[in-house]
């Protein structure tokens, strides 16, 4: 083997063995997590229910048709809680992972880019449980016919829940997204706001295709989604102001400089 080869050959071998290290490190924050967790998951799984339980008719409980659920539904729970507390070490990993390979006025835009998307998606599961989860339990218990005792599954509704914290956590990052595709010059606001009415027909397919096939929760959902889209657009306005042209002077100039540090080196 020739010895540029040999030169990249190392410097590939030498990311893969960081990337096994960031990722050995974030199974074990989780892990740490999660066995500091474990002894409460039966209070957790209470907590999580007790949207639905505050709202079940008297004399009904929430019920386990699986022999296994009273175990592996807390502990599901728990490991998918471990996840969510984890995600700002696991965020920081994946960030020293590829901001080494980044420009300055990229690391710029990353850092509170990445800061906001952690903020919103717990933002959204907060949204989800405090405001979606008493309405839409409050009507689908009090639609049903009255010989009828609502007795719901506990993993059945803990799959359900899950599904929705997903949901509404990765809707919150509208304004994110919106942000990066001004920002990169895909679309421009005048762009996103002539395609308004599209966006709105979209938000509700979406809230059909991600939500119970009742009204109110995909209302619940598409209704924040064009707020959100709204609001990215305002943000995008305020706060990318120069033309494009300028952009790519400053992003040459970067380019530039990187490669003069690469050469000293």
């Not at 507390?85 to 960030?95: C, D, E, G, K, T």
Request: hydrophobic share 55%; with cysteine; aromatic share 14%.
């Amino acid at each position: 083997m020739s010895a540029e080869h040999m030169d990249q050959a190392q410097p590939l071998i030498a990311h893969l063995v960081e990337l096994r290290q960031r990722l050995l490190y974030s199974v074990l924050a989780i892990l740490v997590i999660f066995l500091g967790l474990f002894a409460f998951a039966n209070d957790l799984y209470t907590w999580l229910s007790a949207p639905l339980t505050a709202l079940l008719p008297e004399g009904t409980s929430m019920i386990a048709t699986d022999v296994t659920s009273p175990f592996f539904a807390p502990f599901k729970l728990t490991l998918v809680a471990s996840a969510f507390l984890a995600m700002p070490f696991l965020l920081h990993q994946a960030w020293s992972f590829i901001s080494p390979g980044l420009y300055s006025h990229e690391k710029r835009l990353a850092i509170p880019l990445l800061a906001s998307s952690i903020f919103l998606f717990y933002l959204g599961v907060a949204f989800a449980y405090f405001v979606v989860f008493p309405l839409i339990f409050g009507f689908f218990t009090s639609v049903g016919p009255d010989n009828i005792a609502v007795m719901t599954d506990i993993s059945s509704y803990l799959n359900f829940v899950l599904k929705l914290f997903f949901a509404f956590g990765l809707v919150f990052e509208i304004p994110v997204a919106t942000l990066l595709l001004l920002w990169s010059g895909v679309v421009t606001v005048a762009g996103l706001r002539a395609k308004r009415a599209y966006v709105i027909v979209g938000c509700f397919v979406l809230g059909m295709l991600l939500t119970p096939p009742d009204i109110i929760s995909q209302s619940l959902l598409a209704v924040p989604m064009w707020l959100l889209f709204e609001l990215g657009i305002l943000l995008g306005q305020v706060l990318i102001k120069r033309p494009r042209e300028t952009n790519d002077v400053e992003e040459e100039l970067d380019e530039a400089m990187e490669e003069e540090k690469r050469n000293r080196q």
